[in-house]
């Protein structure tokens, strides 16, 4: 790796490091599977690999956010090792949050990279995990609070939509700082503070660049505010301003 890399990805060195042994693997004609990854390191990966091998993606279901990556030589069709793991509850005597969820496996020793994506909603809880832990999860994850629990692998198509809350505005221009004030509420030079104190990430990757113009549909992460999806609704204004749909994350 070059001191470039090392400064282009100042604060990921070490998960740079990690991936340049992945890209080894694979040129001494081995597929790689990494852990799961956080939508950051996946846009990492993806920009530091650049064309040198092919990389997928998967979650376990459309729209995960955390995924495992396959490094190859050559596109490949395979299926991911990662298992859905399902249990019920009843909602009338128990309350159970993504939190909960969470904290039980994580006191189990569980890195936070073995298991991806957690789902709770509507009585039923579903964990994505590496197919490396499934017996060790169902054997071990029997209580959440005061829950008896049993987890079984699901095979049903999953579609998780994510709940959205929005608002509808007009904006002069998709600038960050003109997003990220029209967001919270704030001028624009409080606004061009919170992004220069390191406190706004576009799509994962945090941003201290107030002029970055933004694209449609992409997702605004404010510390203090939330999670925002910015999209262009593809209308003017009569003073010819952009008419956007905001959708923060519940």
């Known amino acids: 790796m070059s001191n470039k890399a090392f400064v282009h990805f100042k604060g990921n060195e070490d998960f740079i490091s990690r991936i340049d042994d992945y890209v080894d693997q694979v040129e001494d004609y081995r597929k790689v599977f990494t852990p799961f990854l956080t939508p950051l390191e996946q846009s990492i990966l993806t920009s530091y690999v650049g064309k040198k091998v092919v990389v997928a993606f998967d979650g376990g279901y ?5 995924k495992r990556c396959l490094l190859s030589q050559e596109p490949m069709v395979i299926p991911f090792p990662i298992v859905c793991l399902k249990a019920d509850y009843q909602i009338k005597f128990h309350t159970i949050d993504h939190r909960d969820v969470l904290g ?29 832990i499934e017996a060790y999860i169902r054997l071990e ?29 007009n904006v002069s221009s998709f600038r960050l700082d003109v997003l990220v004030a029209t967001i919270t509420h704030l001028s624009r030079e409080k606004a061009k503070k919170l992004i220069q104190d390191g ?20 997702i605004l992460s404010i510390r203090g505010y939330g999670r925002f999806q910015v999209h262009d609704l593809g209308k003017r204004t009569r003073s010819n301003r952009l008419c956007i749909e905001i959708g923060k994350y519940k």
């Open 141 to 169: 994850l029997r209580r959440i609070k005061q829950c008896s629990l049993t987890f079984e692998p699901c095979y049903e198509e999953i579609v998780f939509e994510p709940e959205l809350e929005y608002e509808y505005k």
């Open 104 to 132: 039980s496996i994580m006191n189990l020793g569980i890195n936070r990279n073995q298991f991806g994506d957690i789902v709770v909603e509507k009585g039923h809880i579903y964990i994505f995990v590496a197919k490396e």
């Open 199 to 218: 406190k706004i990430k576009v799509n994962h990757l945090p941003l201290e660049d107030c002029a970055y113009i933004c694209h449609n549909d992409c």
């Open 62 to 66: 459309e729209n995960s956010e955390n």
